[in-house]
């Protein structure tokens, strides 16, 4: 694989995007976008792009038997080496456009499927990205074969490699098998730490966004965790959690999430689900908006999308809208859906100190008020109080101490 992998970072591929419109609010021109934007991660240089308008995708060719025509003189003169697609294609529409071009031909979800094999450094991400592809693959074998022996590598080839995919379905299926006891283990170990953390109510806050946001930027700015920043989609794909401690004194739990993204192959979300729930199992949601993007309104209706689809959409949420001082001219972003919105820039550090306060504020609602006084004997429950809770006021009395705070209710129901 390794040898594979070097073959693919040498060749440098010349490609032609390909979409088709279906209906004219379906704003092809920004997804062509991101798809170049997508290309570009992948490694590759985009000469060409291509849309054909049509009431349906052909069934069997992707576009039209006219649009092929144009699509091959274009492949020739700009000496391109495959097309890329920005759907998902079948195994017939595969095999039958590479037939036609004599080309290799990828579409939308191998290219991210190729990315994420790219980025994934930890155990649980090479499995995910590996069952992924695999699961994929399984139903296309007889397409990808012909494009595989064209090209010696390559976009779509990194991951489980040329050998992993020449095998037959049977024990592409008992690979499958392998991967999901691996990842059920890993997932399990998940589920403990869940557990362990529900026992010290540490408030869990989780930051997503649309891929390229600025996440990462935000999490290194305000924990220092070191997390890769790169000006590219997906760039960090495995999850980061760090421990912040606020001005009251109160900790909580930051976790990255991997970037969401319009299509997101359903393979990916399957495989990624465990990682993307950690945002279903959170206090508040952090919504990281880029808002120098064009995009914006249709990045933020993805995001809201995936965190319903995950069961995460009834949580509180503070919207922020990054890169502000990337912006050439005031401009009126809104967030609806959001509790709070802000606008930040996590790489000069501006709107932190009130995304911090925000953050204090939303989840001391999430709190019960307590005023008590609690006897010597019983010092060592005030503790619990700073550590999960805000201590607002801790006067020594003849009585015992009074304290006049907020803590989480699993805490007052153990103090009571």
Known sequence: MGQLHDIAEEIEERVILLSVEENPHDDTEACLEELEELAKTAGAIVVGKMIQKREKI????YIGKGKIEEL????DSLEAS??????????AQLKNLEELLQIKVIDRTIMILDIFA??????EGNIQVELAQLKYRATRLVGLRSSLSRLGGGIGTRGPG??????????IRERISILKKELDG?????EVARKQRSKNPIPVVSIVGYTNAGKSTLLNTLTNANVLEEDKLFATLDPTTRKLKLESGQQLLLTDTVGFIRKL????IEAFRSTLEEAKYADLILHVVDSTSQNADAHMHTVYETLDMLGAGDKPVITLFNKVDKLEEPIIIKDMKADVTLRISAKKQMGLTETLQQIEEMLKKQKV????????ADAGKIQAIRKYGQLLEETYREDGIFVRGYLPNEIYQRLH
Request: with cysteine; hydrophobic share 30%.
């Open 58 to 61: 052909h069934p069997g060719t």
């Open 162 to 171: 040329e050998k992993k995919l020449e095998m037959d379905r049977r024990l």
């Open 118 to 123: 790219k980025h994934a450094t930890t155990r």
């Open 72 to 75: 091959r003189i274009l492949v």
């Open 265 to 268: 192959p359903h393979h990916l």
């Open 82 to 91: 495959s097309v890329v697609c920005d759907d998902e294609l079948s195994p």
């Open 186 to 190: 890993i997932q399990k170990a998940r």
């Open 369 to 376: 008020y307590l005023e008590q006084v609690f006897s010597y």
